[in-house]
């Protein structure tokens, strides 16, 4: 059972009381097989030791789990299901890591940056182009904090909806099926209807317990700001990304997503 709830500073007791009984029972496998020699048993016992020796502040500060959607920037048909495993620094401030499930073997796809709207307002506007709004992510339903009560969502997708993201992947398992290859790529978040591959949210509704479709209308009242400018700059036709020297391609056809696997889109236009 996977149980998670959103920072105490955000909620207050009784709401998170609440969220308590929306515990969810779903997992996500990784798509990738690793290369590799299987673990030796002395590999074993340095684990084991160290669960329980030495204490890892960074990481227990992850407690707040996030489900959504990303493509490549400049290619938002080339599109991937990204489990967000977050800590909250203050309440303008967000960071995440990203991987390709929520079972123990997850690859780590990546990092996000989740920032206010205020301080968003204060980059330089090269800077700009590189994050994301996150206002239709809210809106349409398909952000979700699985495992937690819909009213304790509703609340923290209040605080997420007026946020930008900036986000890099580092392993693109949709594509890379063994190891992590070429450059880290930027990713940007769905901004209208439409653009999201309607079986990519349908097979992760199904396997996460979630429904896009109901969130959306319980998060009716939540009215997001303008959009700052300079936010989401690949649909002004900027879009950022790293030169390769390697020469890989991330954005080759992708194999049919299995149904515990995380979910992508299932066709790329040329």
Known sequence: MRCTTPHGRWLSMGVLLT???GCAMSNTESPVQTPGKAKASDTELLETGAQWLQDKPPIRALNLYLDGFHFYNG????????HHYCSVLNEEV?????YDGNSADAKLMGVEYIISKRLFAQLPAKEKALWHSHAHEVTSGQLVAPGIAQIAETRLMEKLANTYGKTWHTWHTDQDKQLPLGVPQLMMGFTADGQAD????????QRLGVDTAKNKTARAAIKSAPIEQGAD???QGNAVQLPDPTGHTHLM???STGSDENARGTQSKP
């Open 94 to 98: 967000f960071q995440c890591v990203i």
């Open 233 to 235: 700059a690949w649909q």
């Open 75 to 82: 290619h938002p048909d080339v599109q991937m299901e990204a």
């Open 19 to 21: 969220a308590l009984t």
């Open 253 to 255: 056809p992708r194999p």
């Open 198 to 205: 309607p079986q990519m949210v349908q097979q992760r509704d």
